[in-house]
């Protein structure tokens, strides 16, 4: 389906699943002015959600199936697979998030309707920066989403670590979100145009890649970028905010923002400077450095919160070697990565949330013992996270890595794959202990583990994402397949001309 | 690099004037301070306290709001002046926006944000 862009129904056409969004964000929002006074209203709020994300994911996906792409140019957003399945990923991560916190918000004595809506806000954001083919645009997407997860971060009023984690987070962010802007301006400068297919054009029609200009503002954007997806060193804020927020913000954050904010980096990088070498190299560090440090200090970690969130650093390493390659094969890893990570590390946080009670921050490695014997499936499925967030074969995240070690191979970076591998090795050292608490030592107490369950939405988020992992793990074709699609309409196929700078 | 001189010419210049301006005015003028000459100057009122002063958040929740219906105004002017060129379409447009920040605001009078107690 060819959409041309001239006339008002070609626009809404291909701004329908923002659109939809949108929309269902009105609804939302008149339901909790109106009704917010109980538990039953928070609840059918959250229910609301869920219908709209899935009628967004719905048109993203009919979009994708009928090969929407436009007939122009597109000027702020683009219409390709890539904004289709980064969409996916994000609609995922938040339908996820949604049923994992219907019953989690009511346990935990937080009666703030307006939660889902926010997350309705931060997954639109998302949608916005995985399909702006603007730096406006993007920039929007990524203060539409931060904002909506600085007041995530910090729902629950009573708890002064949820405070602390809002607070931290936001002026980390808004710090972060000023070289971002700062960066958009130089580039702006050096090329004339916002638009990232044209700084493209400019940047290889005019030799702009050894510009002072445009690399600083490179620099720039970079630096906004690595803030975002928390690569070290500009990790310094993501344990504290992590371990403060509520366990199902946290996994959002975890697996949504910073699947968004490498979303954004991929396709700026792609369009605009795919020439330039000089990314490469700095990525290439920035990769070597978050896996290794990530890793290490998750080795230190006993309280498990706090080692999913050095856990996650260590994931933005991994994400970010699939960028470094630079090759189609590593935006297509990127995005295959993106999915099985949104679903182990969502699912890893719902089995935090049932263990735990009170923002989850005191539960160690210590407390899961014996949960093999009391809650057999739950223990399973905490092991098939754990595996597949270790890339254990069988297991997504298996895949995942083996898709990115190619990726690197092909681009030439054998280091980078080497380090990978290492890297992998150490985190061994912390995702095995929480297995082998849950089966090779007994309960502490006798009423150990009575308390944690999991019930209705969570359950369904437990059990999905470890069947769907090992699905994935096992039969990865469809699920690659629609990676490799995803990643085709990075690399643009005309070649457009403009005026010199 | 050229064309950035006038920039820079201009800076330098009312850098200069503005510091010239204040030490001339402290070198030049005669002083005789009186305690009252000495207090700072609010509109004429003798000052009551410190200004380092706690206030309600409830002034942040006011100033945010109005904020928005500031920035409704700013985009409402332009295109009240091209009204005519932009048409229906315009018109729509402007329909949908003001739609959307009445949700805002429905939601806001309900959840008691106008509200100052």
Same mark, same amino acid.
């Given at each position: ?59 993203v996906i *009919?979009?994708w199936a009928s090969d ?8 702020? +957003?683009?219409?390709d697979p890539y904004r289709y399945a980064t969409a996916v990923l %994000?609609?995922l ?60 971060? $910090? ?19 808004? %710090? ?5 802007? !700062? ?33 600083? $503002? ?17 990790? +310094? *804020? ?78 933005? $390493?991994?994400?970010?070697?699939a960028?470094?390659?630079?090759s189609s094969a590593g935006a297509a890893a990127f995005l295959f990565y993106a999915l099985a990570?949104?679903l ?13 009670? $009170? ?17 057999? *499936? ?18 997504a995240?298996?895949i995942g890595?083996w898709y990115i070690?190619s990726a ?8 980078? =794959? ?11 050292? !912390?995702?095995?202990?929480?297995? +082998?608490? +849950? ?29 769907l992992?090992?699905v994935f793990g096992f039969w990865p074709n469809a699920a690659l397949e629609a990676a490799r699609r995803g990643s085709t309409g990075l690399?643009? =196929?005309?070649?457009?001309?403009? @005026?010199?700078? | ?40 100057? @609010? ?28 920035? @409704? ?15 229906? %379409? ?17 939601? =806001? ?5 106008? @509200?100052?107690?």
């Open positions: 389906m060819v959409i041309d862009l001239n006339n008002t129904a070609g626009l809404l056409l291909a701004l329908a699943p923002e659109l939809v969004l949108g929309f269902w964000c009105l609804v939302v929002m008149i339901w909790v002015a109106w009704r917010h006074g109980s538990f039953e209203d928070q609840w059918v709020a959250g229910v609301l959600s869920l219908a709209g994300l899935v009628m967004a994911l719905g048109t *009919w979009l929407a792409r436009a007939a122009q140019l597109a000027g702020m +957003m683009a219409l %994000f609609l991560g938040a339908i996820l998030t949604v049923l994992l916190s219907l019953d989690y918000l009511k346990r935990e004595g937080v009666r703030i309707p307006e939660y889902y809506l926010l997350l309705l806000f931060g997954t639109l954001g998302m949608m916005f920066m995985g399909g702006g083919s603007d730096l406006i645009v993007i920039f929007l997407g990524l203060e539409l989403m931060s904002v909506a997860v600085y007041v995530l971060a $910090g729902i629950d009023r009573r708890s002064p670590f949820c405070a602390e984690a809002a607070l931290k987070y936001f002026l980390l962010g808004a %710090f972060a979100s000023g070289f971002f802007l !700062y960066g958009i301006a130089l580039i702006y400068g050096a090329t004339g145009t916002t638009n990232l297919v044209l700084i493209g054009t400019q940047v290889s029609g005019f030799a702009l890649s050894s510009n002072l200009m445009a690399l600083l $503002g490179l620099g720039l954007l970079l630096i906004g970028f690595a803030f975002k997806v928390a690569a070290v060193p500009f990790h +310094m *804020w993501t344990p504290d905010v992590y371990d403060g927020s509520p366990t199902p913000v946290t996994g959002y954050m975890a697996a949504a923002v910073k699947a968004a904010g490498f979303a954004a980096l991929l396709r700026v990088l792609f369009h605009s400077f795919g020439g330039v070498v000089v990314w490469h190299e700095a990525l290439w560090w920035l990769a070597v450095i978050t896996m290794v440090a990530g890793n290490l200090v998750a080795l230190a970690q006993r309280q498990l919160k706090r080692m999913l969130a050095y856990s996650s650093i260590a994931h933005a $390493g991994y994400l970010l070697a960028v470094t390659s630079g990570y949104t182990m590390t969502i699912g890893a946080f719902a089995v935090l949330a049932a263990a735990g009670r $009170g923002g989850e921050r005191g539960v160690s490695v210590d407390d899961l013992n014996g949960l093999g014997s009391r809650r057999p *499936w739950l223990a399973a499925a905490m092991t098939v996270f754990m595996l597949s967030l270790l890339g254990f074969p069988g297991t995240g298996f890595k070690l690197a191979i092909d681009a030439n970076q054998q280091l980078l =794959a080497v380090v990978l591998v290492l890297t992998s090795v150490i985190s061994a050292g !912390y995702y095995l202990p929480p297995v +082998m608490a +849950m089966y090779m030592r007994a309960p502490s107490s006798p009423e150990a583990h009575s308390e944690t369950t999991v019930a209705g939405g969570a359950r369904l988020v437990v059990a999905l994402s470890a069947a992992l090992v690399t643009p =196929a005309v070649v457009y001309t403009v @005026e010199g700078p | 690099m050229q064309e950035y001189l006038p920039v820079l010419l201009l800076f330098g210049f009312v850098l200069v004037n503005a510091v010239g301006m204040l030490v001339l005015s402290h070198l030049v003028s005669p002083q005789r301070p009186t305690p009252v000459k000495a207090t700072p100057y @609010e509109s004429g009122m003798p000052p009551l306290g410190s200004t380092r002063d706690r206030f309600s958040v409830k002034f942040y929740l006011v100033a945010m709001l109005f904020i928005v219906f500031d920035i @409704e105004t700013v985009f409402m002017i332009p295109w009240g002046v091209a009204f005519r060129q932009l048409g229906l %379409f315009g018109l729509v447009e402007m329909v949908v926006f003001i739609a959307i920040l009445l949700v805002g605001y429905a939601y =806001a009078w309900k959840r008691g944000a106008l @509200e100052w107690d």
